[in-house]
T-cell receptor, first 115, second 113 residues
């Protein structure tokens, strides 16, 4: 079975600083997709960034970037210039290409950005 | 962008009654939708996968007779919690699969009293 592990239940960062959230996963597949979702206090799930496993280049979306290490099965999220609005629960998620379309979520990391 | 509308956003019901939660894809067709349950400060737990025109696939341990899922059209999936009890109180979220990822509804907070 596929598993996704987020080893940091809580993290905090000062506004304008950079923070990295970690995520590891386990799979025997070679084709898959990885996601980071953000869930603010409103509890609306928002897609932050997406990475296809066959792409070597790390995905970037404005202040958000990932460090995808396929051999190590690691998929960390870096948030640059942290803003108060980044305060949220962040979930790492995994989807295999061959097992249908279900997402497997990690346990989540609660990020607090302090002024 | 793609929007999934989920209603109601919150509901309080009496123990023993049934509650229906709707999930609609507003600007795209969703052949597959997912229903999750989330407890406070925890991750999303997949309850079932809903496929248009066919029976839902339930995850192990989820009572299919208690959590009825209907996906009668390409834009609507419903979750009915039957004979609700206080232990069914939770946050329920739907999601629809798209070409480049998944879009989530805003969730429904169910409180059974």
């Amino acid at each position: 079975a596929q598993t996704v592990t987020q080893s940091q239940p809580e993290m905090s960062v000062q506004e304008a600083e950079t923070v990295t959230l970690s995520c590891t996963y386990d799979t025997s597949e070679s084709n898959y997709y990885l996601f980071w979702y953000k869930q603010p206090p409103s509890r609306q799930m928002i897609l932050v960034i997406r990475q296809e496993a066959y792409k070597q280049q790390n995905a970037t979306e404005n202040r958000f970037s990932v460090n995808f290490q396929k051999a190590a099965k690691s998929f960390s999220l870096k948030i640059s210039d942290s803003q108060l609005g980044d305060t949220a629960m962040y979930f790492c998620a995994f989807k295999e290409e061959t097992s249908g379309s279900r997402l497997t979520f990690g346990e989540g990391t609660q990020l607090t950005v302090n002024p | 962008g793609a929007v999934v509308s989920q209603h109601p956003s919150w509901v309080i019901c009496k123990s023993g009654t049934s509650v229906k939660i709707e999930c609609r894809s507003l600007d795209f067709q969703a052949t597959t939708m997912f229903w999750y349950r989330q407890f406070p400060k925890q991750s999303l737990m997949l309850m079932a996968t809903s496929n248009e025109g066919s029976k839902a696939t339930y995850e192990q341990g989820v009572e299919k007779d208690k959590f009825l899922i209907n996906h009668a059209s390409l834009t609507l999936s419903t979750l009915t919690v039957t004979s609700a009890h206080p232990e069914d109180s939770s946050f329920y979220i739907c999601s629809a699969r798209q070409v480049y990822g998944y879009t989530f509804g805003s969730g429904t907070r169910l409180t059974v009293v």
